[in-house]
């Protein structure tokens, strides 16, 4: 069993709320949202979420990934949320903690949104709601996110939450369909930026026009 589900408190909160936005866990009944947002964005989604691609190809697949994902979460493995827009329940996402590493600690961020670049400031929204829950209960020390060129605009995303761009790795990704080798970008944001980004946009609400 992980080091973090040995440490990380039972009582974590498993729904995240923004002014916009209701962030939980999947559960039995989300395969059909599941999967009709992956069918529908597939060259969006190519090369960076091929391997999610290629196992969902019917919706028994998409309801087996589902009850993976949960059982991952549970097991305190990966953090994987979905996104609904409140208004109109509409699943628009899904963003991950994921490959979490117990020695520094750290996870690498993964996420996509129908209609992109259209749904920008929802997933911003989203993305400043899961790094409080990063650095806040799970006690995260880093989180990066790997970008291809095909999805570098998610990168821009990252910058504006307050990541630095650390370096890209050349030839070092594959995509699980495709035998080319695609450069990777790195982006990261530490504990300490997180807390001089919130320490600016408390900084920001106190100036008077």
């Given at each position: 069993?992980?080091?973090?589900?040995?440490?990380?408190?039972?009582?974590?909160?498993?729904?995240?709320?923004?002014?916009?936005?209701?962030?939980?866990?999947?559960?039995?009944?989300?395969?059909?949202?599941?999967?009709?947002?992956?069918?529908?964005?597939?060259?969006?989604?190519?090369?960076?979420?091929?391997?999610?691609?290629?196992?969902v190809r019917a919706l028994d697949d998409a309801r087996s990934q589902v009850q993976q994902l949960r059982t991952d979460w549970?097991?305190?493995?990966?953090?994987?949320?979905?996104?609904?827009?409140?208004?109109?329940?509409?699943?628009?996402?899904?963003?991950?903690?994921?490959?979490?590493?117990?020695?520094?600690?750290?996870?690498?961020?993964?996420?996509?949104?129908?209609?992109?670049?259209?749904?920008?400031?929802?997933?911003?929204?989203?993305?400043?709601?899961?790094?409080?829950?990063?650095?806040?209960?799970?006690?995260?020390?880093?989180?990066?996110?790997?970008?291809?060129?095909?999805?570098?605009?998610?990168?821009?995303?990252?910058?504006?939450?307050?990541?630095?761009?650390?370096?890209?790795?050349?030839?070092?990704?594959?995509?699980?369909?495709?035998?080319k080798l695609l450069d990777l970008s790195y982006y990261g944001i530490t504990r300490q930026d997180y807390e001089e980004v919130?320490?600016?946009?408390?900084?920001?609400?106190?100036?008077?026009?």
């Open positions: 069993m992980s080091y973090l589900y040995n440490t990380l408190s039972d009582a974590l909160d498993e729904q995240l709320e923004t002014r916009h936005l209701l962030l939980r866990p999947y559960q039995e009944g989300d395969e059909n949202d599941f999967m009709r947002l992956l069918q529908e964005n597939l060259v969006h989604l190519n090369p960076a979420f091929s391997g999610r691609l290629a196992r549970e097991n305190r493995r990966t953090f994987d949320f979905g996104v609904w827009q409140k208004a109109d329940n509409q699943y628009i996402g899904d963003i991950a903690l994921k490959n979490l590493d117990r020695s520094i600690p750290k996870a690498e961020l993964g996420l996509y949104f129908a209609a992109w670049p259209a749904t920008r400031q929802l997933a911003q929204e989203a993305l400043e709601e899961v790094l409080g829950f990063a650095f806040g209960p799970l006690g995260m020390n880093k989180v990066y996110l790997r970008c291809t060129t095909a999805n570098e605009s998610y990168g821009s995303l990252a910058l504006s939450c307050g990541f630095l761009k650390e370096g890209t790795l050349r030839s070092d990704y594959r995509g699980a369909d495709s035998n919130l320490q600016q946009q408390e900084a920001n609400s106190t100036v008077v026009v």
